[in-house]
């Protein structure tokens, strides 16, 4: 073959190379007042337990999917950083069923809150796709084409806690995913809208929110509930699988009426009856997350269900 021509077909193949697709992913802290300040406990305990409502989506882009992607992306994660219990998402909408609550696009705090107690969850994360917007770049030239999509998308997001009613924090998100395709001479990658960018801005935007919500619920002790008492033995609903230690101790804690803030109403504890400390003595039950633990120091009242242990001090 001439010479020439194998220097041009070269030229050709490289070029061609060049134009395969590719992507790029980014991350950045959306505008807001303050970025959301990382928090440290002495008293982080084992694994927190939290459940995640399906994501409103604000925008008039991906309408029934936006919103669901958002939602098993940050449970995704959540579950990756094995930091937390998080509750399944058939099981949060079971639970919102048959206590009448619409999960999708639920907003109010006192109602996500109220869900979450009934699931024995110490948080619940509310949140919303709020900007969503794409675009489409490109050059065409003689020989060449190339066309570069992007994606801009951002996630805001409210951590309720159960207890209270009250948002113990607001953060927002920014992602960005950009994916390249071109072709020289005919050969190359052509083709229409690319969705994969959609999920990949989204987790652009989510996966700091991580971080944030560990940090912000490291403020308070661990704890978990009574889930039944019999005799000397006091069932709790927390096991190997929260990363509960046989020998932990815990200082337990009878559940009564609501304390209300005076101005707004809110619920911002409930009256406690200290019951005494407590010790895990073995796991229980075929779960993973069911342990047993004694009274090794009593001041009173009995254990029974629905009353809390806290991480001991």
Same mark, same amino acid.
């Not at 490109?138 to 084409?145: F, V």
């Not at 337990?252 to 809110?266: A, H, K, M, V």
């Given at each position: 073959?001439?010479?020439?021509?194998?220097?041009?077909?070269?030229?050709?193949?490289?070029?061609?190379?060049?134009?395969?697709?590719?992507?790029?992913?980014?991350?950045?802290?959306?505008?807001?007042?303050?970025?959301?300040?990382?928090?440290?406990?002495?008293?982080?305990?084992?694994?927190?337990?939290?459940?995640?409502?399906?994501?409103?989506?604000?925008?008039?882009?991906?309408?029934?999917?936006?919103?669901?992607?958002?939602?098993?992306?940050?449970?995704?994660?959540?579950?990756?950083?094995?930091?937390?219990?998080?509750?399944?998402?058939?099981?949060?909408?079971?639970?919102?069923?048959?206590?009448?609550?619409?999960?999708?696009?639920?907003?109010?705090?006192?109602?996500?809150?109220?869900?979450?107690?009934?699931?024995?969850? &110490?948080? /619940?994360? *509310?949140? $919303?796709?709020?900007?969503? =917007?794409?675009?489409?770049?490109?050059?065409?030239?003689?020989? #060449? !084409?190339?066309?570069?999509?992007?994606?801009?998308?951002?996630?805001?997001?409210?951590?309720?806690?159960?207890?209270?009613?009250?948002?113990?924090?607001?953060?927002?998100?920014?992602?960005?995913?950009?994916?390249?395709?071109?072709?020289?001479?005919?050969?190359?990658?052509?083709?229409?809208?690319?969705?994969?960018?959609?999920?990949?801005?989204?987790?652009?935007?989510?996966?700091?929110?991580?971080?944030?919500?560990?940090?912000?619920?490291?403020?308070?002790?661990?704890?978990?509930?009574?889930?039944?008492?019999?005799? &000397?033995? /006091?069932? *709790?609903? $927390?096991?190997?699988?929260? =990363?509960?230690?046989?020998?932990?101790?815990?200082?337990?804690? #009878? !559940?009564?009426?609501?304390?209300?803030?005076?101005?707004?109403?809110?619920?911002?504890?409930?009256?406690?009856?200290?019951?005494?400390?407590?010790?895990?003595?073995?796991?229980?039950?075929?779960?993973?997350?069911?342990?047993?633990?004694?009274?090794?120091?009593?001041?009173?009242?009995?254990?029974?269900?629905?009353?809390?242990?806290?991480?001991?001090?």
């Amino acid at each position: 073959m001439d010479k020439r021509k194998l220097v041009m077909i070269g030229a050709a193949l490289m070029l061609a190379a060049g134009c395969s697709p590719s992507k790029t992913v980014k991350m950045q802290q959306a505008l807001s007042v303050h970025e959301t300040k990382k928090a440290k406990s002495d008293y982080t305990g084992p694994k927190r337990r939290i459940g995640v409502v399906e994501f409103a989506n604000k925008t008039a882009y991906g309408q029934g999917r936006l919103g669901g992607a958002a939602t098993d992306i940050l449970v995704t994660e959540l579950t990756k950083s094995g930091k937390f219990i998080v509750v399944e998402r058939d099981r949060m909408e079971k639970i919102m069923e048959e206590q009448k609550f619409q999960s999708q696009g639920m907003t109010d705090p006192q109602t996500a809150a109220q869900v979450g107690r009934v699931l024995g969850l &110490e948080a /619940i994360v *509310l949140g $919303a796709v709020s900007q969503f =917007g794409t675009k489409t770049e490109g050059s065409d030239y003689l020989i #060449s !084409q190339t066309k570069k999509q992007v994606a801009d998308v951002t996630v805001d997001i409210r951590l309720v806690d159960t207890q209270s009613g009250q948002v113990l924090m607001a953060d927002s998100g920014k992602g960005q995913a950009k994916s390249k395709k071109g072709s020289f001479l005919g050969m190359g990658t052509k083709g229409g809208y690319d969705e994969t960018i959609e999920g990949e801005a989204l987790r652009a935007a989510i996966v700091q929110f991580v971080t944030n919500i560990e940090s912000q619920l490291n403020k308070k002790p661990w704890s978990c509930l009574v889930a039944e008492a019999s005799g &000397e033995d /006091i069932y *709790l609903n $927390a096991g190997h699988d929260s =990363g509960v230690e046989v020998g932990t101790r815990l200082d337990c804690f #009878s !559940q009564g009426g609501e304390i209300r803030d005076p101005r707004s109403n809110l619920v911002i504890g409930h009256k406690e009856e200290y019951l005494g400390s407590a010790e895990v003595q073995r796991y229980c039950g075929d779960t993973g997350d069911c342990s047993i633990a004694r009274l090794v120091k009593a001041a009173g009242g009995s254990p029974k269900a629905r009353d809390i242990c806290r991480m001991a001090r």
